[in-house]
């Protein structure tokens, strides 16, 4: 079971949309699936359609109690993947774990304590910080996927994101790889979306996937109809893209499966 955290501690990067999306891919391809939505807005939970309603037990659980993951899983309608919902109650949590002696390590336990076979690869949507929640993700995690937005402002933040993944690395998980950064919001009619994607690349090299996510509305659509846009419109160029994403994936997932 190969874990993967998709993290950038700014905001409106599309880190859940990305989350959603290659979640759908990868469980269209056969792989079973459940994505953690463990941000406390819950976008991920509403993009899939699970209403407020219906999230009796969610990731929160996991942190303060002992809970198993099969307890607080929930099918959606996609099939082949499932989700931890998140609720308001995880706003809370950091301030509540600073009572726990491992708070760093509550998510790696309640993933370590899933013995079953059930799911192939957890997803995890991490809230916009470097809190105390996207560093439980990151121990949890064997890999990071980073959405990076094509604006000048995201390479300042991807040079802190980094420096946190070394410290991570040091302290607490020294497994932790970067799957791989994936450009977001990519508009071809604005020069500095250019600049900016040979920036990162320069810098990055093969780190940076191939694939681009474009600006696209039905992208922005599906949410609203809790569904994720690969079905929402499958033929839309974000669907598109997003498939081609899920495929350079699964192609780095062999290196992760030796190194777990």
Known sequence: MICIAIAN????????????NVGTALAATGQRVLLID???????????????AEREHSSYDLLVSDVNLEDVATPTRVPGLDIVPATQDLSGAEIELIEFE??????????????????????????PSLGLLTINAMVAAHALLVPLQCEFFALEGLSQLLNTVERIRSRFNPGLSILGVVLTMYDRRNRLTDQVSDDVRAVLGRVVFDTVIPRNVRLSEAPSHGLPALIYDHRCPGSEAYIALAREVIDRLPKLKKAA
Do not use: E, M, Y
């Not at 463990?38 to 407020?52: E, M, V």
């Not at 708070?103 to 059930?118: E, K, S, Y």
């Open 9 to 20: 501690q700014k905001g409106g990067v599309g880190k859940t949309t990305t989350a959603i």
């Open 38 to 52: 463990f941000d406390p807005q819950g976008n991920a939970s509403t993009g899939l359609g699970i209403t407020r």
């Open 102 to 127: 491992a708070r760093t390590h509550r998510l790696d336990a309640a993933i370590a304590r899933h013995r079953g076979g059930r799911w192939d690869v957890i997803l995890i949507d991490c809230p």
